[in-house]
Nanobody, 113 residues
Framework: EVRLVESGGGFVQAGGSLTLSCAAS????????MGWFRQAPGKERERVAC??SETGNSYYADSVKGRFTISLASLQMHSLKPEDTAVYYC????????????WGQGTQVTVSS
Protein backbone atom coordinates (compact mmCIF):
# COMPACT_ATOMS: atom_id res chain seq x y z
CA GLU A 1 0.00 0.00 0.00
CA VAL A 2 1.39 3.40 -1.01
CA ARG A 3 1.51 5.80 1.91
CA LEU A 4 2.42 9.49 1.76
CA VAL A 5 2.91 11.67 4.83
CA GLU A 6 3.49 15.43 4.52
CA SER A 7 5.21 17.61 7.08
CA GLY A 8 6.58 21.13 7.32
CA GLY A 9 3.45 23.22 6.98
CA GLY A 10 2.74 26.14 9.27
CA PHE A 11 2.44 29.90 9.53
CA VAL A 12 4.78 32.31 7.78
CA GLN A 13 4.78 36.00 6.93
CA ALA A 14 4.57 37.16 3.35
CA GLY A 15 7.99 37.03 1.74
CA GLY A 16 9.09 34.14 3.92
CA SER A 17 9.97 30.56 3.10
CA LEU A 18 8.82 27.06 4.03
CA THR A 19 9.90 23.62 3.00
CA LEU A 20 7.34 20.84 2.83
CA SER A 21 8.54 17.24 3.05
CA CYS A 22 6.86 14.09 1.85
CA ALA A 23 7.72 10.70 3.34
CA ALA A 24 6.71 7.95 0.94
CA SER A 25 6.49 4.21 1.49
CA UNK A 26 4.97 1.15 -0.12
CA UNK A 27 6.20 1.98 -3.62
CA UNK A 28 6.12 -0.66 -6.30
CA UNK A 29 7.01 1.55 -9.26
CA UNK A 30 10.45 1.51 -10.82
CA UNK A 31 9.69 4.86 -12.36
CA UNK A 32 7.39 7.35 -10.73
CA UNK A 33 6.57 10.99 -10.34
CA MET A 34 6.05 13.07 -7.21
CA GLY A 35 3.70 15.98 -7.17
CA TRP A 36 2.21 18.65 -4.96
CA PHE A 37 -1.34 19.96 -5.18
CA ARG A 38 -2.99 22.66 -3.11
CA GLN A 39 -6.51 23.68 -2.32
CA ALA A 40 -7.67 26.87 -0.68
CA PRO A 41 -11.19 27.40 0.69
CA GLY A 42 -13.60 28.26 -2.10
CA LYS A 43 -11.00 27.67 -4.80
CA GLU A 44 -10.38 24.83 -7.20
CA ARG A 45 -7.63 22.37 -6.51
CA GLU A 46 -4.41 23.32 -8.27
CA ARG A 47 -1.45 21.22 -9.28
CA VAL A 48 1.52 23.17 -8.01
CA ALA A 49 4.46 21.10 -9.22
CA CYS A 50 5.54 17.69 -10.44
CA UNK A 51 8.87 15.94 -10.92
CA UNK A 52 9.58 12.81 -12.93
CA SER A 53 12.01 10.38 -11.26
CA GLU A 54 13.27 8.97 -14.58
CA THR A 55 13.97 12.17 -16.48
CA GLY A 56 14.40 14.58 -13.59
CA ASN A 57 12.13 16.99 -15.45
CA SER A 58 10.01 19.23 -13.27
CA TYR A 59 6.87 21.21 -14.05
CA TYR A 60 5.37 24.16 -12.20
CA ALA A 61 2.13 26.08 -12.18
CA ASP A 62 2.61 29.61 -13.49
CA SER A 63 1.52 30.94 -10.11
CA VAL A 64 4.59 29.45 -8.38
CA LYS A 65 7.21 29.36 -11.13
CA GLY A 66 10.47 30.87 -9.97
CA ARG A 67 9.47 30.71 -6.30
CA PHE A 68 8.94 26.99 -5.64
CA THR A 69 11.38 24.12 -6.21
CA ILE A 70 10.32 20.48 -6.17
CA SER A 71 12.47 17.47 -5.44
CA LEU A 72 11.52 13.82 -5.07
CA ALA A 73 11.00 14.34 -1.33
CA SER A 74 10.21 18.00 -0.79
CA LEU A 75 8.79 21.28 -1.98
CA GLN A 76 10.80 24.40 -1.20
CA MET A 77 8.68 27.52 -1.18
CA HIS A 78 10.18 31.02 -1.24
CA SER A 79 8.79 34.55 -1.52
CA LEU A 80 5.50 33.30 -0.16
CA LYS A 81 2.37 35.33 -0.77
CA PRO A 82 -0.97 35.35 1.08
CA GLU A 83 -2.53 33.72 -2.00
CA ASP A 84 -0.28 30.69 -1.40
CA THR A 85 -2.35 29.92 1.69
CA ALA A 86 -3.89 26.46 1.22
CA VAL A 87 -3.77 22.83 2.24
CA TYR A 88 -0.89 21.24 0.37
CA TYR A 89 -1.02 17.59 -0.65
CA CYS A 90 1.84 15.32 -1.67
CA UNK A 91 0.91 12.93 -4.47
CA UNK A 92 2.50 10.23 -6.57
CA UNK A 93 1.87 8.11 -9.63
CA UNK A 94 3.61 6.48 -12.54
CA UNK A 95 4.35 9.76 -14.30
CA UNK A 96 3.34 13.43 -14.13
CA UNK A 97 0.22 12.74 -16.20
CA UNK A 98 -0.94 10.36 -13.47
CA UNK A 99 0.71 11.96 -10.44
CA UNK A 100 -2.66 12.24 -8.71
CA UNK A 101 -2.99 8.46 -8.26
CA UNK A 102 -2.10 8.50 -4.56
CA TRP A 103 -2.53 11.28 -2.01
CA GLY A 104 -1.24 12.21 1.40
CA GLN A 105 -3.45 13.67 4.11
CA GLY A 106 -2.37 17.25 3.49
CA THR A 107 -0.59 19.96 5.48
CA GLN A 108 -1.79 23.51 6.06
CA VAL A 109 0.28 26.47 4.88
CA THR A 110 -0.85 29.91 6.01
CA VAL A 111 0.85 33.07 4.74
CA SER A 112 -0.02 36.27 6.56
CA SER A 113 0.16 39.68 4.91
Amino acid sequence: EVRLVESGGGFVQAGGSLTLSCAASGFTFDAYAMGWFRQAPGKERERVACIDSETGNSYYADSVKGRFTISLASLQMHSLKPEDTAVYYCTTGGDCANVDSYWGQGTQVTVSS
